[in-house]
């Protein structure tokens, strides 16, 4: 992943979006992190020609109108969409949620932490393992 | 890693295979390696083995089968298509990078020549794999 690429965070809760934002600079992440609000509005963005795709999706789960699962269900069946790698990142550490997550082809799920110092230890590994990972050159 | 089960390494070059093996060494990843030579090897394997491996560690140009072959066959099978796939190679091409992650897999590393540079890679693999939940 390159320090330009725009990481994705569909995320509805304000306080969870607050703590992503804060552990981004904490850390130095280099990479622009765009939240969508839920499902359709990720949806909406990636749907959009002109609209950069991001490199990375960071998925919550539980989101009103469209949930996590709706969206990764929808976007991993359009050819244009479909290579975008998404990392789940939710409280949810229900087996039959992993196994349906990984179903759709998640790269990763990750049962977030409550303590805002272990998110941030989450964040860091994602992060670090995204940065060494190659990506195609997004068109 | 977030499993007891075995990783299963798809590697046709016996010096990269041995270096996995002494990397996981190094680094005391206790999770039993499995090595097969190419895609067709690996789907014996999988179809033979008692326990499903948590991660496979993908070449991608190998003879008779290659990566983009395999990973066609594996996420084409309901039983298999959970298995996240890293891809480790030498190849920096745009069409295998695409192509792979069109197919599904969760990361995509170019293998480093120096040995140190490979071992700070594997525990970044590693880390991000006992974080994550596996699969099954």
């Known amino acids: 992943m390159r320090k330009t690429d725009i990481i994705l965070l569909v995320e509805d809760d304000e306080v969870d979006i607050l703590s992503a934002h804060r552990a981004f600079k904490e850390l130095d992440i280099p990479n622009p992190l765009v ?105 | 890693m977030n499993s007891n089960n075995p990783i299963l390494l798809v590697e046709d070059d016996q010096v990269d295979a041995m270096t996995v093996e002494r990397a996981f060494r190094d680094l005391e990843i206790n999770n039993e390696l499995i090595h097969a030579v190419n895609g067709l090897d690996a789907l014996d394997h999988l179809r033979d083995g008692s326990k499903e491996p948590s991660l496979i560690l993908l070449d991608i140009n190998m003879p008779r089968m290659n990566g983009i072959e395999f990973l066609r066959e594996l996420k084409s099978n309901d039983r298999f298509k959970r298995i996240p796939v890293v891809v480790l190679t030498t190849s920096n091409d745009q069409k295998d990078k695409f192509e792979t992650y069109d197919l599904g897999i969760s990361g995509y590393m170019l293998k480093p020549i120096d040995y140190q540079a490979f071992v700070s890679l594997m525990r970044e693999i590693n880390n991000y794999w006992t974080l994550s939940e596996a699969p099954n």
């Not at chain 1, 499902?39 to 749907?47: F, V």
């Not at chain 1, 969409?81 to 790269?107: E, M």
């Open chain 1, 35 to 139: 939240v969508m609000k839920n499902g359709e509005e990720a949806l909406k963005m990636l749907r959009n020609k002109d609209a950069q795709l991001p490199a990375l999706i960071i998925l919550d789960l539980n989101m009103p109108k469209v949930n996590g699962l709706e969206f990764l269900k929808t976007y991993k069946r359009d050819a244009r969409l479909r290579w975008i790698p998404s990392v789940v990142l939710t409280t949810s550490a229900n087996l039959n949620d992993i196994t349906k997550a990984f179903d759709h082809q998640v790269a990763g799920y990750i049962v977030k932490p409550l303590d805002f110092h272990e998110f941030k230890v989450a964040i860091q590994k994602i992060f670090d393992y995204w940065r060494l990972c190659e990506l195609p050159e997004i068109p």
